[in-house]
């Protein structure tokens, strides 16, 4: 059975910090890429971050670019995505994914919230 759970949400201020973890279990973590992708209250799922098998090639939504970081440690089957100067727009539903883009099998997800 395929399991992504994912962690580390959160309560911050503009400008703090978080870092997400998704532990995975039940396929082979290294044959496939994987994405973060987050969903807004009252807006449509959006994907957010996708990172190759090798973990060499990150790509990132423009409006991430220079504050997230993906990242992936394959002997641990673990995705992560580091959060750095978050702002209020970021406040979302958060989810891993597999493959790349929106329509993978995802997690259960964690909450970000940005709020002064």
């Known amino acids: 059975e395929v399991q992504l759970v994912e962690s580390g949400g959160g309560q911050v201020q503009p400008g703090g910090s978080l870092r997400l973890s998704c532990e995975t279990s039940?396929?082979?973590?290294?044959?496939?890429?994987m994405s973060w992708v987050r969903q807004a209250p009252g807006k449509e799922l959006e994907w957010v971050s996708s990172?190759?098998?090798?973990?060499?090639?990150?790509f990132y939504i423009q409006s991430v670019k220079g504050r997230f970081t993906i990242s992936r440690d394959n002997s641990k089957n673990t995705l992560y995505l580091q959060m750095n100067n978050l702002k209020i727009e970021d406040t979302a539903t958060y989810y891993c994914?597999?493959?790349?883009?929106?329509?993978?099998?995802r997690g259960q997800g964690t909450q970000v919230t940005v709020s002064a």
């Open positions: 039940g396929f082979t973590f290294n044959l496939y890429a």
């Open positions: 990172i190759t098998q090798s973990g060499e090639e990150p």
């Open positions: 994914a597999m493959n790349v883009g929106t329509t993978g099998t």
